[in-house]
C-alpha cells in the first residue's frame, strides 16, 4: 500500500484565491512527521510546513497551513492568497519516527500536484 | 549561509559507465540522504549517513550503486556499469541531525544524469 497519497495530479487556481492541496498517509508509527515542500520549475526542492503526528495545533507558516485530520490519516496543505510564483510541483512526505535507534530517517514522498496560479 | 550543493549539475554518460556524483551538505550537519527523482518511480530514497554510523543503505535499486561520506561531510555516490534505467535527477539532503522534530531536510539542486 502506498505511504503518501496525492490524488490531485494537477491543479488550477486563480491568483489571490485560496486552494488546498490533498494529502493522505498510512503509517502505523505512532510517532511520524509530516512534511510539504515545493519543487519549482528550477528543480530545487523547497521546504514548506511540518507538523509533527503529537502536535495539537495545525501547522502555519505564513500563507501556508496545514489542515491535520489525524484520525482520518490526512495533511492538506492549504496556501491562501495564491501568486503567480505559487505555480510549481508539490511533494507530501512521511517521516516515520521509529523507537529504535538508529533507524534511517528518510522521508516517503508522494506522487506530487503541479499546482497552476492563473492571473 | 550556503545551502546544500550538489556536482556536476548534468552528467551524460554512456551505458556500461561509472559516474561519480558529489555532494556538500550544510556545515555542521550530521545526517546526510541521497534520493532519486525519475518520471517513472518518484521520488525514491537510495541511502542514508548519520555521523560516524554504518549507512543505511536499504533504499540501493542494486549492488552497482554505492556510497561513501568522507570525514562526516562530503559525499560521492557512486553507480558502475551505468543502464539507461539509472537516468533520473540525484538529490542529495542534509539536515541538522536524525532526531525527531521538524528537523527538515534541505535539498541540494540535484545531479541530472542521462544513460545513452
Known amino acids: 500500500a502506498q505511504k503518501i497519497t496525492q490524488t490531485q495530479p494537477g491543479m488550477f487556481v486563480q491568483e489571490k484565491e485560496a486552494v488546498t492541496l490533498d494529502c493522505t498517509y498510512d503509517?502505523?508509527?505512532?510517532?511520524?512527521?509530516l512534511f510539504w515542500y515545493k519543487q519549482p520549475s528550477s528543480g530545487e526542492m523547497i521546504f514548506l510546513i511540518y507538523q509533527g503526528s503529537y502536535d495539537q495545533q495545525n501547522a502555519t507558516e505564513g500563507r501556508y497551513s496545514l489542515n491535520f485530520q489525524k484520525a482520518r490519516k490526512s495533511a492538506n496543505l492549504v496556501i491562501s492568497a495564491s501568486q503567480l510564483g505559487d505555480s510549481a510541483m508539490y511533494f507530501c512526505a512521511m517521516r516515520e519516527d521509529p523507537i529504535s535507534s538508529g533507524s534511517a530517517r528518510q522521508l516517503t514522498f508522494g506522487s506530487g500536484t503541479q499546482l497552476t496560479v492563473l492571473p | 549561509g550556503a545551502g546544500v550543493s550538489q556536482s556536476p549539475s548534468n552528467k551524460v554518460t554512456e551505458k556500461g559507465k561509472d559516474v561519480e556524483l558529489r555532494c556538500d551538505p550544510i556545515s555542521g550537519h550530521t545526517a546526510l540522504y541521497w534520493y532519486r527523482q525519475s518520471l517513472g518511480q518518484g521520488l525514491e530514497f537510495l541511502i542514508y549517513?548519520?555521523?560516524?554510523?554504518?549507512?543505511?543503505k536499504s533504499g540501493l535499486p542494486s549492488d552497482r550503486f554505492s556510497a561513501e561520506r568522507t570525514g562526516g561531510s562530503v559525499s560521492t555516490l557512486t553507480i558502475q556499469r551505468t543502464q539507461q534505467e539509472d537516468s533520473a535527477v540525484y538529490l542529495c539532503?542534509?539536515?541538522?541531525?536524525?532526531?525527531?522534530?521538524?528537523?527538515?531536510?534541505?535539498f541540494g539542486p540535484g545531479t541530472r544524469l542521462t544513460v545513452l
Open positions: 503509517t502505523s508509527d505512532p510517532s511520524y512527521g
Open positions: 539532503a542534509s539536515s541538522l541531525d536524525s532526531g525527531t522534530g521538524k528537523n527538515e531536510q534541505f
Open positions: 549517513f548519520q555521523g560516524n554510523s554504518a549507512p543505511d
